[in-house]
């Protein structure tokens, strides 16, 4: 008997398998597309306060890579007119400092610095209260007994003494390095309320079901229990970052802190010791700063709220709920064929 009609059988079901199989690759792009890009986009874009953060933050971006490309002129004394106003010359938007020097060069050549500093500080300070607080609270016994203690104990070290003798030390003038060394202590406090947390979620029936299934540890971690409470961890970072802008300022403002280059707080410092907080002349040499740090502490709270916003589902829903439904009725359907 021919055998050819088997083969050819057999070159359908292997064509028909592999276009499953390219069929299947494309869904999961295109769901991971959905649920990862653009159900994100929408909800942060549906917020006012969102957007204005992000304008807020992309200002600072940008003269992050204006100081970076170069293309503004370098801080140095004598480039202008002494103790010039702002907009007094459009040269020199922001006015200048008693030697002349253009206090817009002075805000833009610190943005690099200052912006990689307190992304260190706050990655560090969230990242470390994070994987403490959720392995102290889900695994629970003798690992939990052993992280509370130790954040007990970081707990219990005075923040700021601990800061200045590690600066004094270290005298850190890399801005990451910085950034850890502000936030040393300041993941103890975050970890504990994180653990709390984690505490209750992990009693909730759909990680029981999980634990039942043998999902192994890391995994019930990372699906089930950290999209929980990233709205809350998003909050704290953003107050990590806060904390490092503030920290790093006031030290640098008392002269704590070692300095190579021009920054905030050093800029700040100047402008005290120089009559800022007595005369209306130099006034503004005080402002700029203190402008620039608050803009850059405001626009990370509003992005802040944005990020709450992209976490909670039920706002997820609400507002793309075309696209949730369709997933769920594709869920649906694949589970009633199985």
Do not use: C
């Amino acid at each position: 008997m021919s055998t050819e009609p088997d083969s050819a059988a057999e070159g359908i079901d292997w064509r028909s398998e592999t276009s499953n199989v390219e069929m299947s690759r494309r869904d999961r792009l295109s769901e991971l597309y959905e649920q990862k890009i653009r159900v994100p986009a929408i909800v942060a874009w549906s917020d006012g306060r969102t957007r204005l953060g992000i304008l807020i933050l992309s200002v600072y971006l940008f003269m992050a890579l204006v100081d970076v490309l170069g293309l503004w002129r370098d801080p140095s004394p004598n480039q202008a007119e002494r103790f010039l106003r702002p907009f007094e010359n459009m040269q020199y938007p922001l006015g200048t400092t008693n030697s002349g020097v253009d206090l817009l060069a002075l805000i833009i050549d610190s943005t690099p610095f200052i912006l990689l500093m307190v992304l260190a500080g706050g990655v560090w300070a969230t990242t470390l209260a994070v994987a403490v607080g959720t392995v102290s609270g889900y695994k629970g016994g003798t690992v939990d007994t052993v992280i509370t203690a130790i954040s007990d104990f970081f707990m219990a070290i005075p923040g700021l003494p601990l800061v200045i003798v590690l600066a004094i030390a270290l005298s850190p003038e890399n801005p990451l390095l910085l950034g850890v060394v502000l936030t040393i202590n300041y993941w103890a406090g975050l970890g504990r309320s994180i653990r709390s947390q984690v505490l209750s979620i992990r009693e909730a029936s759909y990680i029981e079901a999980s634990r039942t299934m043998g999902t192994s540890t890391p995994r019930i971690i990372i699906k089930d229990v950290l999209p929980n409470i990233m709205p809350y961890v998003m909050v704290n970072f953003v107050l990590a970052a806060r904390y490092t802008i503030f920290a790093s300022v006031g030290l640098y403002f008392i002269g704590v802190l070692p300095y190579s280059g021009q920054n905030w707080g050093v800029t700040l410092n100047n402008a005290y010791y120089q009559g800022g907080l007595f005369t209306m002349q130099a006034f503004h040499w005080l402002l700029v700063p203190i402008v620039a740090i608050v803009g850059l502490a405001f626009g990370l709270i509003l992005l802040s709220q944005g990020m709450d916003r992209i976490f909670n589902p039920r706002v997820r829903t609400r507002l793309t709920g075309d696209s949730e439904s369709v997933t769920e009725d594709t869920d649906t359907s694949t589970t009633e064929m199985i």
